[in-house]
């Protein structure tokens, strides 16, 4: 799809400076608008941490809060004179509550997550209602919030209320939409988009799935603590409302309304929600039956705009149709060329250090022993393969690898480094890569950015707040995409979302996250599974290329792929270690054919004569 550059910050600054002259003649006000753009400026946060990050908080309203009352009691109580320094200082003490509440929160997930939010939300409306009501003033508020000033001195000019206080907001939302944006295209906003997709994933990338998570939480924090404060300056009042519960409602409702995951949403949400509600009430005669009106009318948006407004708006644009497909890749794209080489592994070898070394692992899930007393070890540079019968273990060993399961008992070393206990992300930062025996996508990502994400892995480490520079701007990271993709040859299917790949091109992408990591040692777990005959032969002759300059780990049904690939062959049986040795070893092997092989021969061969 043609992008057009800068045409979302073009519209909105065209919007924002003929919203004031424009709103009063549908309805509205300067007033509304003020109020709009406030919302709008605590859901450009909200949407970074619902929209992108996938958690939905209800406890925005704690930061708002916040924010708003610091910045007033500064200002009311003359500690401070200018706003802008008082601003900034609500500011930082919502993002500092954001980090309190959000190390507790962010490590749990779904409707546990919102509940803590939601906890928080209330305490704090708690305190400032009670303890905190000689600060606050509880249910009075602050009243006497100045407005801020432009300038020094004498000569400083106030930006009293009407238009130059608007201007004031729409600048704050202006700037703020920008960071917003800049942050969504950044390497720590795609991973912020991986995460939501599929967070298992994004961290057996490598990526630190927590820390993304908490920064995201901060940030949201920072932008609602902000709009609190701004509030107060444009009420020239800071109430106590701002605190309640129904302020983080009324901002779900809003960004689900406006459109979840496109910033400008909320502030639209905000709009209608504003608009609706003052025009419902003028009606003469409809009293409190305006807030029926209110819901049936947003129960009705829900269900026909799926995407919310602005949502609904970007897919037609996107889908709009003016020919060819034209998917501009970003700055730093590069052609896949053949022969780019990929990252190169971590590790180097050392020959006499076994690259991956199994001891003694153990798993039991209750009274099931699915791996019992297993010990291996796997020479650098070698392809080495793990079979058995279904559900000998083979999975549950694979997970123990790369520390996504932790062993009952016994450990795993990486080049003679313990690596259990340390986790997926960190096992992935060590150099161990997996791919899974079900595909493990992000769905609504394309191949070129699902590489991304696992490129840059490789390239940033396990967290970094590179909120400024573009993700798709990295020249070793696209080249490292440009080459996995070319191995894995997806090329011309690389801007095409991964849930509509067909299966095997899905399975290719599977193994291209992984390899795309630059692992030292990767782990296959059935890479042949599903396969049509001439997706299996490419898969061999891929899975030999990959094999060429790191150790390679595979679990197999395919025996004939099994002993043309392997050089050593691990087999498993009931969770216990039958027999490892070189295909040649493993074929002549009674104990393998008896309970294993052999047992395939017999449904697969029957006897003659
Ligand atoms: N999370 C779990 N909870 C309970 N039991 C489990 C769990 N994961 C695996 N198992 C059990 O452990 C045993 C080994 O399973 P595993 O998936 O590792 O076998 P497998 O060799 O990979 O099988 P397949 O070839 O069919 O994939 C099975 O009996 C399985 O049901």
């Not at 309203?61 to 706003?83: E, K």
């Not at 590179?466 to 990271?477: E, F, K, Q, T, Y």
């Not at 991964?498 to 599977?510: C, M, P, Q, T, W």
Request: positive net charge.
């Amino acid at each position: 799809m043609r992008r057009i550059p800068l045409l979302p910050e073009i519209a909105l600054a065209a919007v924002l400076i003929v919203l004031p002259f424009l709103l009063p003649h549908v309805g509205g006000s300067l007033d509304m608008a003020q109020r709009v753009l406030d919302w709008g400026i605590l859901g450009l946060g909200f949407d970074l941490l619902f929209g992108w990050t996938g958690l939905l908080s209800f406890g925005q309203a704690a930061f708002y809060g916040t924010g708003g009352f610091v910045a007033a009691w500064l200002l009311v109580n003359n500690v401070l004179g200018s706003v802008w320094v008082a601003l900034a200082l609500g500011t930082i003490a919502a993002g500092l509550f954001g980090i309190v509440v959000g190390w507790l929160a962010v490590r749990r997930i779904g409707i546990y997550f919102a509940m803590i939010t939601l906890a928080f939300g209330q305490m704090a409306y708690f305190l400032e209602n009670s303890p905190l009501s000689a600060y606050t003033g509880g249910e009075n508020g602050l009243p006497g919030v100045p407005v801020p000033r432009l300038g020094w001195g004498a000569s400083a000019i106030a930006l009293s209320p009407g238009l130059p206080l608007y201007g004031v907001l729409a600048a704050f939302f202006f700037v703020g939409f920008l960071l917003a944006r800049r942050i969504t295209r950044s390497p720590f906003g795609v991973i912020l988009r991986a995460i939501k997709e599929n967070t298992p994933r994004a961290a057996m990338l490598g990526h630190a799935v927590p820390r993304y998570k908490l920064a995201a939480f901060v940030i949201a924090a920072l932008y609602a603590g902000l709009a609190g404060g701004l509030l107060g300056v444009l009420q020239s009042y800071m109430p106590p409302d701002a605190f309640a519960l129904d302020t983080s409602g009324q901002l779900v409702v809003q960004t689900v309304i406006g459109g979840v995951g496109t910033l400008i949403g909320p502030m639209l949400g905000a709009a209608l929600w504003l608009w609706l509600r003052d025009n419902l009430q003028s009606i003469p005669g409809i009293g409190a039956l305006w807030k029926l009106i209110l819901g049936l009318i947003f129960i009705g948006l829900v269900i026909a705009l799926r995407r919310g407004i602005a949502g609904e708006i970007r897919h037609r644009w996107r889908h709009r149709p003016i020919g060819a497909d034209t998917v501009q890749p970003g700055p730093a794209a590069v052609a896949a060329a053949p022969g780019l080489p990929l990252f190169a592994p971590l590790v180097r070898a050392a020959p006499a250090v076994p690259a991956l070394e199994a001891r003694a692992l153990s798993k039991r899930y209750g009274g099931l022993r699915a791996v019992e007393d297993v010990s291996f070890a796997i020479r650098p540079n070698s392809i080495h393969a793990v079979i058995g019968p279904n559900g000998a273990g083979k999975s549950t060993l694979f997970k123990m690898l790369l520390d996504e399961v932790h062993p009952t008992t016994g450990d795993v070393h990486l080049f003679g480094r313990r690596v259990t206990g340390l986790g997926p992300c960190r096992a992935a930062q060590l150099g161990i890569g997996k791919s899974n025996q079900l595909n493990t996508l992000f769905p609504d990502l394309t191949p070129r950015e699902s590489l991304r994400i696992a490129a840059l892995a490789r390239r940033r480490g396990a967290f970094r707040l590179d909120l400024m520079r573009r993700a798709d701007g990295i020249a070793a990271v696209e080249r490292q995409v440009a080459a996995t993709l070319a191995v894995v040859e997806l090329e011309a299917r690389a801007e095409v979302p991964a849930h509509s790949l067909a299966y095997g091109e899905k399975r290719r992408l599977e193994i291209g996250m992984a390899l795309a990591t630059g692992p030292t040692v990767l782990l296959l777990d059935e890479p042949l599974a599903g396969m049509s005959p001439t997706e299996r032969t490419a898969t061999r002759s891929l899975i030999r290329t990959i094999g060429r300059d790191r150790t390679l780990v595979i679990i197999e049904h395919d025996m004939d792929a099994v002993f043309e690939l392997a050089e050593r062959v691990t087999v498993l049986y009931d969770g216990r270690l039958l027999a490892d040795g070189t295909p040649e070893q493993i074929q002549q092997s009674q104990a393998v054919q008896d309970a294993y092989l052999g047992g395939m021969r017999e449904r697969h061969e029957p006897a003659r004569g």
